[in-house]
Every structure is written in C-alpha cells, then in structure tokens.
C-alpha cells in the first residue's frame, strides 16, 4: 500500500476543514508513549546492505502527541493529530565481517562499538465522538488515518580493533566486497521511508475548569512500512551459515500509543 504526498494532503484538508454549524474547538497537548512489539534479538546479522532500517520501528518511549478538533453535532467532530517520537538505542558490541579461505569461511573484526537511533512523525486525521461532554468526566473514541514518517540513523566505530576473538553478539555487518583490516574502523548509514498510519482508541477527559481539562488515551497504531525480513540462519549441510542481503517487505507493524496531557475548549 503506497501513500502519496496528494493523498496525505488530501487527508488533512479533509480534516481542516470546518463545518458552517461548528460547535467548537479543542485543541490538546501531552507527553505520549509508542510502543513496539519488534522481537529483542541477541544478534543482528547484516549482510552488503544498510544497518540503519533494522532499528526503524516507528515508535519510541519519548514522544508527544497534539491534535485539534472541530465539533460537528452531539460530540462528533472531525480531528487532526500530529505525533513524534524518539527512540535511542544503547550501544553494543558490534563486528565488521568479510569471507575468507578459513575453515568457517569468514573473518570478523571485533571491539567495534554501535550506536543507533530511530524517529518517528505520525500526521493522521479523522473522526472523533465524546459522549458525556458536559460533564467532568467524558470519555471518547476515535478512528485516524494518515501517515507516518520514519528516520533511524546507525553508526559503528572503533579504535583497537582485533580480528581473532569470535563474535558473541551485538550486529554483525558482513560485506562480501572485503575491507583493509585496519584497527580504526568508522562505518555509519541512515534510512528513511514512509507509509500509511491508523489510531485506533480513544480515552477521557476530566474537566477541571470550563475549559481546561485533563486528558488520558490509548490508542493501536499499525503502521504499513517496508521493512527487512530478518533472513533464515540455519546452517547448511557443511554446518556453515550463508550470509545473504534480508529481502524488503511491506508489512505491517503493531503499536500501542499511551498518551497524556491538557486540553483546552476555545470556543
């Protein structure tokens, strides 16, 4: 499913677009959360091809979330909401790998460290109903289709590299290509796509003024991005592992987004 720039704009002005009979606007702010259900790897093996989008995951514990809406009638209203986050990783132990005549076919050098990094910006629009909005408390649900937008960034360095001890673990770079065994080594990358984003879920409200609130959501956000499929390791009959590029796949990817902040009723 691919998502074009006139589409996206499609979707938020759709979204901005307000009704003659408008009953009125919120607009909210907060702190918010995504998470991913990306499965922890003790190792990551890369094989002639960029390391970067393997920590692509469009979510990140360091985020926001703002949104404005306008009412249409008893609490339906058409809302558009922007969210970001950030996502670094912590550094590992990394190795620099090349083919070679010994008896397991390969040479790595090791005492690398890496250091990767990941964002993500979510532009979705679409219907939102609160029940109960006169009251103090008012919960709501929603339903949002837009985009999402993703960088991850990787870097691997090292000072006192050495190409005797094994590989325990960490990202493997394999390059088919050879490299001088330097003992300074400095390798980075990056990666950028995008593809089409929901939110799913809603929350409440608790009115502490007029028109001043507290509001807390959840939402699922798939997100539809190409990514690598982690390629299959199983040894041949010779017991060695042949290290192939991962192919690129569009698929699907779950999330939950937690969300906190302040509303505020203009009008």
């Given at each position: ?21 408008a009953q009125g606007i919120e607009v909210f702010g907060g702190y918010s959360v995504n998470a991913d259900y990306v499965q922890n790897r003790p190792a990551i093996l890369v094989a002639d091809q960029k390391v970067s989008p393997f920590f692509s995951h469009g979510s990140g514990p360091t985020g926001f979330e703002a949104s404005f809406k306008h009412d249409v009638r008893n609490g339906l209203g058409i809302k558009v909401d922007v969210s970001g986050y950030s996502d670094t990783f912590p550094p590992g ?175």
């Open positions: 499913m691919h998502v074009t720039p006139l589409s996206a704009a499609t979707i938020l002005a759709f979204a901005i677009a307000s009704p003659l009979h132990p990394a190795a620099y790998c090349q083919p070679d005549s010994s008896t397991a076919g390969i040479a790595c050098g090791t005492g690398l460290t890496f250091q990767a990094t990941g964002r993500a910006l979510y532009v979705t629009a679409g219907p939102e109903w609160k029940i109960r909005r006169g009251k103090r408390f008012a919960p709501f649900a929603q339903t949002l289709v837009g985009i999402v937008y993703t960088r991850s960034t990787f870097m691997m360095n090292g000072s006192d590299v050495q190409y005797t001890n094994p590989f325990t673990g960490g990202v493997l770079l394999f390059t088919s290509a050879g490299f001088p065994p330097d003992r300074s080594i400095d390798y980075a990358d990056a990666h950028a796509d995008a593809g089409l984003a929901l939110a799913i879920g809603g929350g409440f409200d608790i009115r502490l003024s007029r028109r001043i609130g507290l509001r807390a959501a959840m939402d699922y956000d798939p997100t539809f991005l190409v990514r690598r499929v982690f390629p299959d390791l199983t040894p041949d009959a010779e017991g060695r592992v042949v290290l192939r590029p991962a192919p690129n796949e569009r698929q699907r990817q779950d999330h939950v987004r937690l969300s906190i902040g302040m509303v505020w009723r203009i009008r």
